[in-house]
Nanobody
Framework: VQVVESGGGLVQAGGSLSLSCAAS????????MGWYRQPPGKQRELVAD???????TYADSVKGRFTISRDNAKNTVYLQMNSLKPEDTAVYYC???????????WGQGTQVTAST
């Protein structure tokens, strides 16, 4: 499975950005799709994910500001980020998890910067 992210960039705090991520290759067994981020000098952390049944999980820090969605026909997951804060600055990684072994595939990462 290949995972390719797009979107991201630089925005002033309070602004919005959107990310998208498309999976290709052996996509017949995709289960969960989601987004992680790694702020400078910190560990990678979950932002949001959505499983094949549509169940969504958000990190507490982004609830009410970020929205994850998924197009199963296109094997694509999206992340709409509103009211961005400087602490949202990070490299954002898309992840795709396949069944039954739950092997995760990662994208190359895309930089999101919210400036003050």
């Amino acid at each position: 499975v290949q995972v390719v992210e797009s979107g991201g960039g630089l925005v002033q705090a309070g602004g919005s950005l959107s990310l998208s991520c498309a999976a290709s290759g052996s996509t017949g067994n995709i289960n969960a799709m989601g987004w992680y981020r790694q702020p400078p000098g910190k560990q990678r952390e979950l932002v949001a994910d959505i499983n094949s049944g549509g169940t969504i999980t958000y990190a507490d820090s982004v609830k009410g500001r970020f929205t994850i969605s998924r197009d199963n026909a296109k094997n694509t997951v999206y992340l709409q980020m509103n009211s961005l804060k400087p602490e949202d600055t990070a490299v954002y990684y898309c992840t795709v998890v396949t069944s039954p072994c739950r092997h995760p595939y990662w994208g190359q990462g895309t930089q999101v910067t919210a400036s003050t």
